[in-house]
């Protein structure tokens, strides 16, 4: 399975990568808002993280992994960090695909906690889309991979400070009582800790002799330091009982949580009904979808969809018409759809985000519209192909878009003025929150998140190829 623990964008492993602020209409380039957005017309609650568009969304990783959008690096084979950005991170759009939890601090500034799998992105929005859309998309998710740190590598919080590098004054020059006392208190407290930050200042002021004073007193340093750590050990405690022992949540706690300096945990036990909330919220999407939600996903009402009903392979998008990363999946899409459409259903869900204002849920409208004529594709390849051109005019692009691929234009332009579609908008809605869809483009292939990076051309015939092996079908050739 996938792993999720993830926006967005999983398989029951540890956690994984998320998907964007929360789904609201429209979230491009702040991509993950730092705010929860929720899906147009929607009031119900959503999880705590987005893919691409719209919140910040936990991603589950599936067979084949390229650089997920902004992010290369295998999630299956990356460590669950956890990192707590700093408030300059957090005002700059910093989407981490994994989970996010964002919090006011007491004294006003915000922090996240996120425990990652694999790499953690931090995407600006200007990276987010090409050169020719950054204009007006302004809640969408950055370019997943405009700024990719490797699984273990220095947390957000210590991201901001200048390295440190022997005799540069950041810490002090290797060897000598001093340097001795810093790195025990630092391997002892966490490199990340206030402690560690403190022994080392101390260490570049301080003479030898005060050094060699200090390393005779240890430890009672040391001792003060365990006291302080029990926080973890509670918090670790704490979790596991509330989501279970037996989760990958709960094991992705016990590895990673030893090694938060005490003060992370100190903060997250002062939140942690907000921890916890999101804990389970990342271990559901961790998990497939049942069975009969599976079934709903690919067969409930008029999607837009091809491939044979009876396909052993079920694909199931969620995506929105001004969200940039779900214009590079419709293009790998359209790239591959003569190839699989004989082997692979591929249903289309709608999922209009707020932040992308009411010219996306009129483009969902208009291609449930033209699919009623037979034209569902038409639309969309046209409606992803000129997102500037749909932000910017809206229903005046979207009726010339219909009479460019020959719609009966009366009953196309009813069907808008009487929204006609919108009902199958809503339960396109409600299906993406109780499959724990949190950003766009989702998509899951038989029952589970797949992870795949639109940008590469490679990654969804990968993940097809994938699943038709599993499911014993043969592969078809590669267009040529």
């Not at 460590?79 to 006011?104: D, I, W």
């Not at 460019?404 to 809503?426: P, R, S, V, Y």
Request: proline share 8%; hydrophobic share 40%; aromatic share 6%.
């Amino acid at each position: 399975m996938p792993s999720v623990i993830g926006h967005a964008p999983g398989p029951p492993r540890a956690a994984g990568p998320i998907r964007e602020p929360r789904r609201t209409a429209g979230s491009p380039p702040n991509h993950r808002e730092r705010r929860r957005a929720r899906p147009a017309g929607r009031s119900g609650q959503h999880g705590a993280a987005g893919l691409w568009c719209a919140r910040f969304v936990l991603r589950p990783t599936a067979g084949a992994r390229g650089p997920r959008t902004g992010g290369d690096g295998k999630d299956d084979e990356g460590e669950h960090v956890m990192t707590e950005p700093t408030k300059k991170e957090s005002e700059s759009n910093l989407p981490l695909v994994g989970l996010g939890l964002v919090l006011a601090a007491a004294a006003g500034v915000a922090v996240g906690w996120f425990w990652h799998k694999g790499t953690v992105k931090s995407e600006s929005p200007a990276a987010t889309q090409p050169a020719d859309k950054t204009a007006g998309s302004s809640a969408t998710a950055s370019a997943r991979g405009a700024t990719s740190i490797p699984a273990g590598a220095v947390p957000a919080d210590r991201a901001a400070q200048p390295a440190s590098t022997a005799g540069s004054g950041n810490e002090p020059a290797a060897g000598g009582p001093c340097a001795d006392y810093g790195q025990r208190v630092c391997d002892a407290a966490g490199e990340a800790s206030e402690k560690c930050r403190t022994a080392r200042a101390a260490g570049e002021m301080l003479p030898a002799a005060a050094c060699e004073a200090a390393l005779a007193e240890i430890g009672t340093t040391l001792a003060q330091i365990e006291e302080a750590k029990k926080s973890c050990t509670e918090l670790q405690e704490r979790l596991c009982k509330d989501i279970g022992e037996d989760t990958e949540s709960c094991k992705m706690v016990r590895e990673q949580t030893p090694r938060f300096p005490p003060e992370r945990c100190q903060s997250m036990l002062g939140q942690y009904d907000a921890v916890l909330k999101d804990l389970q919220r990342m271990e559901n999407r961790n998990k497939p979808l049942d069975p009969g939600l599976a079934t709903k996903l690919a067969t409930a009402g008029e999607p837009g969809a091809f491939g044979p009903p009876d396909a052993k392979v079920v694909a199931v998008e969620f995506s929105a018409f001004l969200c940039p990363f779900c214009r590079y999946m419709a293009e790998a899409v359209e790239a591959v759809r003569d190839r699989y459409k004989n082997v692979v259903r591929f249903v289309f869900r709608q999922f209009p985000l707020q932040g992308h204002g009411p010219n996306e849920r009129l483009a969902a409208a208009a291609t449930l519209a033209a699919g009623a004529q037979g034209k569902f594709w038409q639309m969309h390849d046209l409606l992803f192909a000129n997102q500037d051109k749909l932000r910017e005019n809206g229903r005046a692009a979207i009726e010339e878009f219909a009479q460019q691929i020959g719609l009966d234009m009366n009953a196309f332009k009813a069907a808008l003025d009487n929204n006609t579609f919108e009902a199958a908008i809503q339960a396109d809605l409600a299906l993406g929150e109780e499959a724990f869809v949190d950003g766009t483009p989702t998509l899951f292939i038989n029952g589970k998140r797949a992870n795949v990076n639109p940008r590469d051309p490679a990654s969804l015939p990968a993940a097809f190829d994938a699943a038709l092996t599993e499911a014993g079908v043969p592969i078809p050739p590669a267009n040529p």
